[in-house]
């Protein structure tokens, strides 16, 4: 079993960053690739990072291309989420998730992954 525990969430203003961590615990932390979601109010979960289990292959939606970074540390058994040039809309609960199978193509599905944290609150203010 896989236990992952995010932290580094928190208040921030509009322009600011934030950086997530997501501590794993359990199974071998390489042989799985890992993404971060976000749920907000209302919302359904959205993809938001994913990277493979080497590190060496990412993946964002547009919506955060060019201002989040995923990373990882093997060694650490952590992955991160640096967050630039935070937006209000980026409000919401961030969730990391680890996904033992498949490829980059189920990367941005939710039901595609295997384990879940339960997640840290991020707020931007305007």
């Known amino acids: 079993q896989v236990q992952l525990v995010e932290s580094g969430g928190g208040l921030v203003q509009a322009g600011g960053s934030l950086r997530l961590s997501c501590a794993a615990s359990g199974r071998t932390f390489s042989s799985y690739a890992m993404g971060w979601f976000r749920q907000a109010p209302g919302k359904e979960r959205e993809f938001v990072a994913a990277?493979?289990?080497?590190?060496?292959?990412?993946y964002y939606p547009d919506s955060v291309k060019g201002r989040f970074t995923i990373s990882r540390d093997n060694a650490k058994n952590t992955v991160y989420l640096q967050m630039n040039s935070l937006k209000p809309e980026d409000t919401a609960v961030y969730h990391c998730?680890?996904?033992?199978?498949?490829?980059?193509?189920?990367?941005?599905?939710?039901?595609?992954?295997?384990?879940w944290g339960q997640g840290t609150q991020v707020t931007v203010s305007s």
């Open positions: 990277i493979s289990r080497s590190g060496i292959i990412t």
């Open positions: 998730a680890g996904i033992l199978s498949g490829g980059s193509s189920y990367w941005t599905h939710p039901q595609n992954y295997d384990y």
